[in-house]
């Protein structure tokens, strides 16, 4: 599990560090940095696909995801006794992420790259660090990793450096090429990690969303994060998941409904059974906030849980009523995966907060910087970043 987030200088991250639990709960008014959050944890991700500087190139390059304010804010600045502006640039330029997790600690600091002649790609940033530390604060004795530039040493069991790789490409990220299970070990414990991670931002459920057409279906452990192999992956759980749970859930939000999987011709499709109606309803035929919801409940029943799932604006288009039964469903799955859910919605927010287990991260913007309220149960994680 992971027990914090580190960002420093990414978007309107100037330096944050985020202590996290089981259940974490980000809320905040619109444009305080949830989403930029949000795509951090992706950003994380992309590091373990090896995509993490195309992703970054992706949305503009480094300068566009680079922290647009002043290095430092002054206190005169902040009280406004003095104009927001900027000064010399003490440290080199970098957008750096880190986490930990109950093992190891992991960072990564991108750059500006170097003058190379003859190049289109000048503007491609590169991976100047990557480092990884056994559990704690960041010190020299505890790395069990160290990537500097195109360099990559390991400590071998006797506790001596040894290099892995001399000419790795800077694009390219440690955990995606350099992870193996013999040679460095912790890599590929966190890439395995990493890997497993699940987002999930909003359904479709409009007329032509794959998750209303019926599906070639096979075994499907993990829905897929558009929900077109709903029936199979509804179907996987009752067969080798929770099923108990699975019809708790449904029945908590919908008293007295069932739903019946049929397949045709090896193509699955959805059948909701519900009080009141004398046929069922197919899956092209639900409500958005019934689809969506039951896309929900095969996402957090899954039998095969990850070990961090993400649920952004999870309540979109569902009905007040629903509101009680997804926190309740939320709550239950936070007991086998940690979950971060990002919400607007406050009945959903009161809901998660009441729940004594629930890490409430509530951001707010100061000077165009994305800040934490002080109103937190969690103690400010120790962090130190390595250095270039």
Known sequence: ??????????????????????????????????????KALRLLSDTALGSATASIAGEGSLNSVLWAGPEQLSRAMKKSEQPIQGGPRKNPVAVKLGFSDDDYSYTIDFGLPGPVPRT???????IKREVIWRAGTFHHSRIVMDRSGPLVKVRNDAGAWQVVHRHLPVFDSVLARASDPFSAPEAFQLRESILSWRFYDQFRTDREAPSRIPQVGTRTAVLHHDGRDLPAAWQTILEIGDAEGLNQVLGDAFPGATVEIRREAGRFSLR??????????????????????LCLAAALMTPRPPSLMVLNEPE?????????????????????TQLWVTSHCEPLIDCLSADSGCNHLALSKALGETQLDDSRSLDDPAWRWPGR
């Open 1 to 38: 599990m992971l027990s914090a987030l580190a960002i420093s200088n990414y978007r309107s991250i100037r330096s944050m560090v985020l202590p996290l639990a089981r259940l974490n709960l980000v809320t905040g008014p619109n444009g305080a940095g949830k989403s930029n959050l949000y």
């Open 120 to 126: 289109f790609f000048d503007g491609d940033p590169e």
């Open 272 to 293: 909701f059974f519900q009080q009141g109606l004398l046929r069922p309803l197919e899956q092209q035929e639900l409500s958005d906030g019934t689809l969506r919801y």
């Open 316 to 336: 979109t288009s569902l009905h007040p009523e629903l509101i009680p039964p997804l926190a309740r469903l939320i709550e239950r799955a936070s007991e086998n």
